[in-house]
């Protein structure tokens, strides 16, 4: 396996019954991440967080935490949880890849999510929760509900 400069983690899949199997032959895993090698054009697949790891590569282990987080957010909807806009289910770094995807483009903002991609930022950022006025709540509910959490389970790279 040859360490990729300009690969980037593109998507996850989750074993249920541990037995993902990593292109190094380590066996029984969890999740199992895909890389995309741009310059080579060549995609990784299966492979294990630990031999991600192994690149020494920061922003490949941020996008395998990423992509974690992202499974869980997409097991707690399916579960019916309440999804709120905290630490609990989001990072910044989760909602930059979400922006990115394009979860945050609709008809109404021109199909451009930067400003809502702003305001969500602003409100996860913000310590005191309690702080948030209703009309923004309302604002961040329908969002949830309406456009990220069909976009999260709807996404091919999260299986
Ligand atoms: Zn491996």
Redo the contacts with the bound molecule.
């Keep these: 396996m040859t360490p990729c400069m300009n690969g980037a983690v593109v998507a996850v899949e989750e074993h249920p019954d541990n037995e993902g199997e990593?292109?190094?032959?380590?066996q029984n895993l969890l999740y199992m991440y895909t890389i995309y090698n741009s310059e080579k054009q060549e995609t990784l697949s299966y492979?294990?967080s630990?031999?991600v790891h192994h690149f020494k590569r920061q922003d490949l282990d941020v996008q395998v935490s990423v992509f974690s987080q992202l499974l869980a957010l997409k097991r707690a909807i399916e579960d019916s949880k309440k999804i709120t806009l905290t630490s609990d289910y989001f990072s910044r770094a989760l909602l930059h890849w979400l922006f990115a995807e394009g979860a945050f483009n609709n008809e109404r903002n021109g199909y451009n999510g930067e400003g809502d991609y702003a305001f969500f930022l602003e409100m996860f950022n913000k310590r005191k929760k309690e702080d948030i006025s209703d009309a923004r709540n309302k604002k961040i509910w329908a969002m949830l509900n309406f456009q990220v959490k069909p976009f999260i389970q709807n996404h091919p790279a999260l299986g």
């Excluded at 990593?22 to 380590?26: A, I, S």
């Design positions: 990593c292109l190094c032959g380590q492979i294990g630990q031999c």
